[in-house]
């Protein structure tokens, strides 16, 4: 049974900092593609970023520029390293490990975490 486990979210002041971290367990980490998403109150989910098994990253325009997603597959975790913050990025912030290797449009998600809030302030 494959698990993820969030941390890092909180209440921080718009242009400060967050690390959101993911654990993962359940299944051999290094081969699977992982992604990030959120959720604000009254929207849809929507991708934030993704990373392959090789390490090749992707981001939503939204991000781009300031937040990063790297992996440590010797510690079964992906992070979200998160910058220059706005109150636009207030969610619920999901990890999420995808079926395969690699991530693209479309591709199929098999597991979820919970979720860790994110709430920035103006």
């Known amino acids: 049974q494959v698990q993820l486990v969030e941390s890092g979210g909180g209440l921080v002041q718009a242009g400060g900092s967050l690390r959101l971290s993911c654990a993962a367990s359940g299944r051999t980490f290094s081969r699977y593609a992982m992604g990030w998403f959120r959720q604000a109150p009254g929207k849809e989910r929507e991708f934030v970023a993704a990373i392959n098994w090789s390490g090749k990253v992707y981001y939503a325009d939204s991000v781009l520029g300031r937040f990063t997603i790297s992996r440590d597959n010797a510690e079964s975790t992906v992070y979200l390293q998160m910058n220059s913050l706005k109150p636009e990025d207030t969610a619920l912030y999901y990890c999420?490990?995808?079926?395969?290797?690699?991530?693209?449009?479309?591709?199929?998600?098999?597991?979820w975490g919970q979720g860790t809030q994110v709430t920035v302030s103006s």
């Open positions: 999420a490990q995808y079926s395969g290797t690699a991530y693209y449009t479309g591709a199929r998600l098999d597991y």
